[in-house]
């Protein structure tokens, strides 16, 4: 009996050390965010966009803890999102040449890609552009989490 009572607080203490690490992943990112764009600021510079395109949640590679919803604008300085995005850590805006919306897809375009910046808000963003950028060679915007190789979200601009 003392041999199955050890069993079960060793099982019980495990699982919640882990329920405990995976509520700091997923609360740790809101905690240090910065404070987000305005929807002012956000209109604004999505007045200078070239293009417009919509995250949705229902994506192949989305769920209940990777989405994305809003209006993305792209224009020569800046990527904007007047929206949301599921928190997380680690999150980065890239180009892509073709839309693509699970990890797979991601994996298999990644080195045709272009890493734009990183991700710290999750209402509403801006992301500047690197200098130069030429945003007809890609038609794809999307958001991945970089260390856990998770698709968050994506929508094609062009």
């Not at 995976?22 to 600021?41: F, K, N, S």
């Not at 994305?68 to 980065?92: C, M, N, R, W």
């Not at 839309?99 to 734009?116: G, H, P, S, T, Y």
């Not at 963003?125 to 958001?143: M, S, W």
């Amino acid at each position: 009996m003392k041999l199955r009572k050890t069993i079960l607080l060793l099982a019980s203490h495990a699982l919640v050390a882990l329920l405990g690490f995976a509520a700091g992943v997923y609360t740790l990112p809101l905690l240090i965010a910065p404070q987000a764009p305005t929807a002012a600021q956000v209109r604004a510079q999505g007045s200078q966009a070239r293009h417009t395109a919509q995250f949705r949640r229902e994506l192949k590679g989305s769920d209940a803890l990777h989405w994305g919803e809003g209006q993305v604008t792209v224009g020569p300085e800046s990527v904007a999102l007047l929206g949301e995005i599921a928190p997380g850590p680690d999150y980065k805006l890239y180009l892509s040449p073709r839309f693509v919306e699970d990890e797979a897809q991601v994996q298999a375009l990644k080195a045709q890609m272009l890493r734009v910046g990183d991700v710290k808000t999750f209402r509403n963003f801006i992301v500047p552009l690197p200098a130069g950028v030429d945003l007809e060679k890609y038609d794809t915007v999307l958001v991945w989490c970089e260390t856990f190789n998770e698709f968050i979200t994506a929508a094609k601009y062009r």
